[in-house]
């Protein structure tokens, strides 16, 4: 196993990882701890929820309501900052007057083209 | 979280179940009278209470805890976004890594999400499902990949304007018609001796 090498697009399981062996202290021992029982408690309370026959109704994942709930209310947490004013002005408000003047240009010249005649309309069927 | 209501989904009615959902309905009605009388106090416990929801950044380490908490995260773990008015609040600023990444073999309570139950999901998390974009590992450096690609279009785009610098066809000539250039059939005079078409050399 000492020669192993992962699969291109996979990376390494943790079993494997030297790291995991070597130079692991007690803190980082206790945080995982800590971490496997928060999601063990998880999965306690999702199987006792999947597993009851007298559900009826689907079961709601509260960490995909916060989700949902914060990426549509940023709003309340919304600073005019340089950088987000900067932002929003780049992307918000000057396409508007971007993309207005190629626009009026661009069809002024094509009007422009057509009243002298220079420009050969090949699929024009009003003329 | 039960409530009153919870008697609806019960197969078998609970008769103080009901008894207690019809005083409560009646206590939310007694007060005022026509639209009044709609709009009132009483709000039902089931669904999401305000203090499990996103709210704002935290900034002493008692908030932070709690959001830890409520975002089911252990303390050292729980990192907000940096508070420079994004509208993120105190979301957690996950690590960005895709789903590509997770383990396939472990038993997950969505497998084609690659997520638990409950997990704290990624702000981005509808960019980085397995349809989308993927940080996995690539199987060769990002360099060498860059070299490969552009060395292969720029060396066709250098060959194909050679090709229209210097065009080469294959040697064409007109073409060649029999019987002295088709005298008789080009409406030649049949009397006449037409002169002598020689499309060799020897």
Redesign the interface.
């Known amino acids: 196993m000492a020669d192993y090498q992962e699969a291109p697009l996979a990376t390494r399981p943790k079993t494997l990882d030297p790291n995991e062996y070597f130079s692991v202290s007690l803190e980082q021992r206790r945080s995982e701890q800590s971490r496997a029982a928060l999601r063990a408690n998880l999965k306690r309370q999702y199987q006792m929820q999947l597993n009851n026959p007298l559900r009826r109704e689907l079961i709601e994942d509260p960490a995909l309501t916060r989700w949902v709930y914060a990426r549509t209310h940023t709003y309340p947490h919304f600073n005019a900052t340089s950088k987000t004013s900067l932002l929003g002005a780049m992307f918000g408000v000057a396409p508007l007057f971007i993309l207005y003047y190629v626009f009026k240009t661009d069809r002024d010249r094509k009007e422009g083209q057509i009243k002298a005649g220079t420009v050969e309309r090949k699929f024009c069927m009003s003329s | 979280m039960r409530t009153s209501h919870s008697v609806r989904?019960?197969p078998s009615v609970n008769m103080a179940g009901v008894g207690f959902r019809r005083w409560a309905q009646a206590l939310c009605r007694g007060n005022g009278s026509g639209i009044s009388a709609l709009v009132s106090g009483c709000r039902a416990a089931s669904g999401?209470s305000k203090g499990?929801?996103?709210g704002?950044?935290p900034t002493t380490p008692e908030e932070k805890a709690a959001a830890a908490k409520?975002?089911?995260?252990?303390v050292?773990?729980y990192e907000p976004y940096p508070n420079?008015?994004?509208?993120?609040?105190d979301?957690p600023n996950l690590p960005e890594r895709s789903q590509?990444?997770r383990?396939p073999w472990y038993q997950w309570?969505h497998p084609d999400l690659r997520r638990?139950?409950?997990?704290?999901?990624h702000?981005d998390?509808d960019m980085y499902i397995r349809n989308r974009v993927d940080t996995?590992?690539?199987?060769v450096s990002w360099s060498s990949m860059c070299k490969q690609l552009f060395g292969f279009i720029g060396f066709m785009l250098f060959m194909f304007y050679l090709g229209e610098k210097f065009p080469s066809y294959q040697p064409v000539a007109a073409k060649q018609y029999p019987y002295n250039d088709l005298y008789l059939e080009k409406g030649g005079d049949p009397e006449k001796e037409p002169e002598e078409v020689k499309h060799y050399e020897i």
């Open positions: 989904q019960r999401v499990s929801l996103p704002p950044y409520k975002y089911n995260m252990t050292e773990d420079k008015g994004e509208g993120y609040g979301y590509h990444e383990d309570d638990n139950w409950g997990e704290p999901i702000w998390f996995s590992p690539s199987p």
